[in-house]
């Protein structure tokens, strides 16, 4: 008779978590690899606090995901205590056993990453099976909790997280996405609920879901990885891990207040930033790129910032996250921008339009127009498809901004390129600019830079945004393809008396020819063949 193989933890070549699909584009599985990182940032500031002591050779610390989807980072934790605390717990299985039941905690986002996250830290998908290398749980769930929840509407939305009623009122059955870390006044009260006791964990760490719907087209998304942010912080950890999309450091639809808040939380210690999300998460598309922080609750000073662009590491660079109103990702960046700023001239965001320049009516696929002109209707700029046309529009269409209607302007296309850094290395930041006459109008597809006086000035201002160096201090501030007003404030007014040339600013603002071939590496020139877009 043969007998019983020894307990082990069953090997993973290859490792299935590497292979398996995203849920969507806002429920993204972590990368293995990633994970890894995070957890050795982890460890390294645990180390730093506590005297050189290996987190992983400590069995009383208890972790928390409060996003469990593949249970990537509950799997790795697992797998590095089982190492760490050997000589503590000599006997493996009884060493899983404390790990699983004592130390390692999950909250499932759905049904069946709740199963999936299982199948992952305990090698069944319920906690009791017989695969099961946890021994001591008399709930299928074990540690990592699921269950379905409603959405508590106020009138047409989610009062918790934004979601839309239309959208996300199922039937049951369905998944409701109500994520249960984010729908509860009280977390420490929720976390008790569901796991018994007074639950206080040292570390919390995930990945949560990046935003919701909030009507039937799948629109006016609700970004809701800030709320999970702000919830964790609740709970008290000592440490907060967590990956978020890189867009609130600049922009974002409802992140300002967010932003506010991690700029100026002197606990966050590091922050590691993939301006290219594609670097990590080959598979999903995240505009403006993907970043995770290290928070600790004891720590109070500046940041240490790591940027890692096309497998280059630059820094870790300490930086106070909050020297200006947004997050200026590379400090490469922030060098040449104090120079720039040094000579204290207006804000060419001051004369940009808002995002609709002349009123909302003319929307960007609005279509009552004409091609012949008539007398008395204006001229109108607008997009059919992606190709540039004009034609005629009555002026009763115009309720916002008249005094631009009969001025020289330059329109400047409000979404620019997003995400052809990512293919190329670097970005045009801005669709080429548009002189416009007096007695034309435009639809949202522009903003409107003006009231300037003659056709000479309007040709400077589209001279100069068409420069390396403007559209480069446009992209400290846009994080993605959208362009309204504010990604200028950086950007210095000039005098509109010349056609003005990147020479021409390198040598007012005394940017050096290094900094100028890293201007290069980023922009690339705006070439006649771009105006065609």
Known sequence: MTAPAPFTLRGRNPDVLTCIANLSNDEVFTPPEFANRMLDTLAEA??????????????????LDPCTK???????????????????????????????????????????TSLLGRRSVY??????????????????????????????????????????KSVFDRAAGLETHAYAFIHTDNIKTRLAEIFGGNMQFDVIIGNPPYQMAADD??????????????????????????????????????????????????????????????????????????SYFLWDAAYNGECEVTLIRGGVKFGPHKR??????????????????????????????????????????????????????KKGFLRLHLNLGTKRETAWVSPEYVTKNTHLVQAWKVLIPKAGSGREREKSGVDL???????????????????????LKT?????????????????????????????????????PQQTWDRQWTDEMLYEKYGITKKEIEFINSMIRPMGEGDDDE
């Open 46 to 63: 645990w180390a730093a606090n506590h005297k050189g002591a290996n987190l992983w050779a400590d069995k009383s610390v208890k972790f």
């Open 70 to 112: 593949s249970g990537v980072f509950l799997r790795e934790i697992t797998s590095r205590l089982t190492q760490g605390l050997e000589k503590q717990i000599p006997n493996l299985e009884q060493r899983v056993n404390h790990i699983l039941t004592r130390q390692v905690f999950g909250i499932g986002i759905t049904q069946i």
């Open 123 to 164: 090698c069944s998908k319920h906690a009791t099976g017989k695969h099961s290398i946890a021994k001591s749980f008399a709930s299928d769930d074990g540690n990592i909790w699921f269950k379905r929840l409603k959405h508590s509407w106020d009138g047409d939305k989610c009062k918790y997280c934004g979601a839309g």
């Open 217 to 290: 087209a799948g629109q006016n998304v609700m970004p809701i990885y800030n709320l999970f942010v702000e919830q964790a912080k609740k709970l008290e950890p000592r440490y907060l891990v967590m990956v978020t999309p890189s867009r609130w450091m600049a922009g974002g639809k409802h992140l300002d207040e967010f932003r506010t808040t991690m700029l100026n939380d002197s606990r966050i210690a590091a922050l590691v930033d993939f301006p290219n999300a594609a670097e990590m998460f080959p598979s999903v598309g995240i505009n403006g790129g993907i």
């Open 320 to 373: 106070k996250l909050n020297e200006f109103d947004v997050f200026v990702r590379d400090q490469r960046s922030v060098v040449i921008l104090h120079k720039v700023l040094a000579k204290k001239e207006p804000s060419f965001a001051d004369i940009v339009s808002p995002r609709d320049p002349f009123g909302p009516a003319l929307s960007s696929n609005f279509t009552d127009y004409r091609k012949d002109e």
């Open 429 to 451: 930041v801005l669709g080429p600019p548009l002189v416009a006459s007096p007695g034309s109008v435009c639809t949202l597809t522009y903003v409107v830079a003006g009231p």
């Open 455 to 491: 056709k000479k000035e309007a040709e400077s201002v589209h001279a100069y945004l068409r420069t390396r160096l403007l559209r480069f201090l446009v992209s400290l501030r846009k994080i993605s393809q959208d362009a309204p007003r504010g990604v200028y404030q950086f950007v």
